[in-house]
């Protein structure tokens, strides 16, 4: 009997039985979120109420960086789990090896079994393949190439929606509930991302959402915001575009931070309709909801629009995660630990069972869900690849503190390091790099940012623009010796990897 049994659960499982029991996962990923543009972030003007909820059934992370702040580059990061780096993936470094493409938790879980799903902004490219192979790496694709539209009817994988939702947030909405009754209905776990283009410039919200916010005239300004918040940061920081356009974020903040609102409260819309499609296909107490976006935004904080900096604003996101499989006593906790957004491939792989690649960049997330008190990492790093040389940089990021190394000399700069004590000082307005009661926090932070340079030197993608910055980004070469490297690069990145002229971020 006993054997006969066991001969039973065999077959079971091999005929996917137990497939039940590995968890459908819900990926849901906005574009240029602020950390602060939340409600249960504590912003009392946005309308939030569906990912508030989701706050509230769930685990609220409040120290979530993206490593490299920066579209093409971050969501290469999310599905992979590489930093940037190790990836190659951003403008002016190249486009997604296949090879690297093939180890991302989207690729590996449709291969252990798992039905996939993509809509919206997918944000890169495969290496010397056309944009649509996607329709062939996912079960249904309905992403777009480049930055997408927010007309519906112009993104032509759910243009089907465009009657009745116009705007593409809300028809992402509806592309997930329908893909959430076709993935059931497969009999398969499904992995499902939906990546909206709001609240991404041009500022184009659903008019719904925009008349929400008509009858407010002001709008509460950022504790650092204008450009005297900005004179005690370094030279190098005010070189960018951040702080040379996007200047409606300092001129005309209430107008600006209308649209950006209703664009987020656009996709708290579809967040909702996500949710009651689960509930209504009776799949939502096996579905794990994890929500973030791809980078920050200054929004007007020291004077700067855009994201890039490695300033909190522009390089922290929000952070949700809900396992309905947890203990209700998990629900509405909050976790002040490090995370990154490398740390979503590796917290999918580990929902999934599915086995991640060696060496990963990122943490698995899962043991904060029970204990958000604890750590998955002592430090973080953060990087700037892109843009002016001038602006490029490395910092690193602890719960309590954030030191960064400016290295550019150019047109008279000084090398400069800053140092933000965030426990004390979170919105950076006080570099304690040169007070003497620091200098052991700094050399322990310079020490921590050393390691990572090794890193960099040690283990960077080949053929994608990285090899440079083993030595620039380093605190002993003096610019003398930089500036050959610097120039030599700047001329490489002219073409990218793949010979091209480089994709540019708008």
């Given at each position: 009997m006993f054997r006969l049994k066991s001969l039973l659960l065999i077959l079971a499982i091999g005929s996917g039985a137990m497939a039940a029991e590995r968890p459908n996962i819900v990926f849901l990923f906005s574009d240029d979120q602020t950390i602060g543009a939340m409600g249960c972030y504590g912003n009392k003007e946005i309308i939030t109420p569906n990912l508030?909820?989701?706050?509230?059934?769930?685990?609220?992370?409040?120290?979530?960086?993206?490593?490299?702040?920066?579209?093409?580059?971050?969501?290469?990061?999310?599905?992979?789990?590489?930093?940037?780096?190790?990836h190659g993936c951003n403008f002016g470094h190249g486009d997604l090896e296949r090879r690297i493409f093939e180890a991302s938790y989207t690729a590996r879980l449709r291969k252990a079994g798992y039905f996939t799903g993509f809509v919206g902004k997918i944000g890169f490219e495969i290496q010397d393949e056309d944009f649509d192979v996607f329709d062939q790496e996912f079960d249904v694709f309905a992403g777009g190439p480049s930055q997408t539209s927010y007309n519906t009817a112009k993104n032509k994988r759910y243009a089907r929606y465009a009657e009745q939702y116009p705007h593409a947030s809300r028809a992402c909405g509806a592309w997930g509930q329908d893909f959430i009754k076709t993935a059931k209905a497969s009999g398969k776990p499904f992995c499902m991302s939906v990546s909206f283009k709001a609240p991404h410039m041009p500022f184009t919200p659903d008019?719904?959402?925009?008349?929400?916010?008509?009858?407010?005239?002001?709008?509460?300004?950022?504790?650092?915001?204008?450009?005297?918040?900005?004179?005690?940061?370094?030279?190098?920081?005010?070189?960018?575009?951040?702080?040379?356009?996007?200047?409606?974020?300092?001129?005309?903040?209430?107008?600006?931070?209308?649209?950006?609102?209703?664009?987020?409260t656009g996709v708290d819309a579809a967040v909702g309709m996500i949710r009651e499609g689960l509930e209504r296909e009776g799949v939502a107490e096996n579905t794990v909801i994890i929500?973030?976006?791809?980078?920050?935004?200054?929004?007007?904080?020291?004077?700067f629009g855009g994201k890039v900096l490695p300033y909190e604003e522009g390089s922290k996101s929000p952070l949700i995660i809900y396992?309905?499989?947890?203990?209700?006593?998990?629900?509405?906790?909050?976790?002040?630990?490090?995370?990154?957004?490398?740390?979503?491939?590796?917290?999918?792989?580990?929902?999934?069972?599915?086995?991640?690649?060696?060496?990963?960049?990122g943490k698995d997330l899962l043991p904060l869900l029970s204990n958000p008190s604890a750590?998955?990492?002592?430090?973080?790093?953060?990087?700037?690849?892109?843009?002016?040389?001038?602006?490029?940089?490395?910092?690193?990021?602890t719960p309590e503190w954030k030191y960064i190394h400016w290295y550019s000399e150019?047109?008279?700069?000084?090398?400069?390091?800053?140092?933000?004590?965030?426990?004390?000082?979170?919105?950076?307005?006080?570099n304690v790099a040169g007070n003497p009661e620091n200098a052991d926090v700094l050399a322990k932070m310079q020490k921590a940012y050393d390691v990572e340079l090794a890193a960099i030197s040690s283990s960077f993608v080949p053929n994608h623009n990285y090899d440079a910055f083993g030595k620039v980004f380093g605190r002993s070469l003096l610019w003398d010796a930089k500036k050959d490297l610097v120039k030599a690069y700047s001329g490489r990145v002219q073409k990218d990897s793949s010979g091209k002229k480089p994709k540019k971020d708008k």
């Amino acid at each position: 009997m006993f054997r006969l049994k066991s001969l039973l659960l065999i077959l079971a499982i091999g005929s996917g039985a137990m497939a039940a029991e590995r968890p459908n996962i819900v990926f849901l990923f906005s574009d240029d979120q602020t950390i602060g543009a939340m409600g249960c972030y504590g912003n009392k003007e946005i309308i939030t109420p569906n990912l508030d909820q989701l706050a509230r059934d769930g685990v609220r992370f409040l120290n979530h960086y993206n490593t490299t702040s920066i579209c093409m580059a971050s969501r290469a990061c999310v599905m992979t789990g590489l930093y940037e780096y190790r990836h190659g993936c951003n403008f002016g470094h190249g486009d997604l090896e296949r090879r690297i493409f093939e180890a991302s938790y989207t690729a590996r879980l449709r291969k252990a079994g798992y039905f996939t799903g993509f809509v919206g902004k997918i944000g890169f490219e495969i290496q010397d393949e056309d944009f649509d192979v996607f329709d062939q790496e996912f079960d249904v694709f309905a992403g777009g190439p480049s930055q997408t539209s927010y007309n519906t009817a112009k993104n032509k994988r759910y243009a089907r929606y465009a009657e009745q939702y116009p705007h593409a947030s809300r028809a992402c909405g509806a592309w997930g509930q329908d893909f959430i009754k076709t993935a059931k209905a497969s009999g398969k776990p499904f992995c499902m991302s939906v990546s909206f283009k709001a609240p991404h410039m041009p500022f184009t919200p659903d008019p719904i959402d925009l008349k929400l916010y008509e009858s407010v005239k002001i709008f509460k300004r950022p504790a650092n915001f204008g450009v005297d918040n900005a004179a005690h940061l370094s030279p190098q920081s005010q070189t960018g575009r951040q702080a040379k356009i996007y200047r409606d974020w300092v001129n005309n903040y209430d107008e600006t931070v209308r649209k950006y609102y209703a664009l987020i409260t656009g996709v708290d819309a579809a967040v909702g309709m996500i949710r009651e499609g689960l509930e209504r296909e009776g799949v939502a107490e096996n579905t794990v909801i994890i929500f973030t976006s791809d980078n920050g935004y200054n929004s007007g904080s020291h004077g700067f629009g855009g994201k890039v900096l490695p300033y909190e604003e522009g390089s922290k996101s929000p952070l949700i995660i809900y396992d309905p499989r947890q203990p209700e006593t998990q629900a509405g906790l909050v976790s002040e630990a490090v995370t990154a957004n490398v740390d979503m491939a590796a917290t999918i792989f580990a929902l999934s069972g599915v086995a991640a690649p060696e060496e990963l960049d990122g943490k698995d997330l899962l043991p904060l869900l029970s204990n958000p008190s604890a750590r998955v990492r002592d430090a973080l790093p953060l990087f700037n690849f892109w843009g002016p040389a001038s602006c490029q940089s490395m910092a690193i990021v602890t719960p309590e503190w954030k030191y960064i190394h400016w290295y550019s000399e150019d047109k008279g700069m000084k090398t400069t390091d800053e140092l933000f004590h965030l426990a004390k000082d979170r919105i950076e307005m006080k570099n304690v790099a040169g007070n003497p009661e620091n200098a052991d926090v700094l050399a322990k932070m310079q020490k921590a940012y050393d390691v990572e340079l090794a890193a960099i030197s040690s283990s960077f993608v080949p053929n994608h623009n990285y090899d440079a910055f083993g030595k620039v980004f380093g605190r002993s070469l003096l610019w003398d010796a930089k500036k050959d490297l610097v120039k030599a690069y700047s001329g490489r990145v002219q073409k990218d990897s793949s010979g091209k002229k480089p994709k540019k971020d708008k």
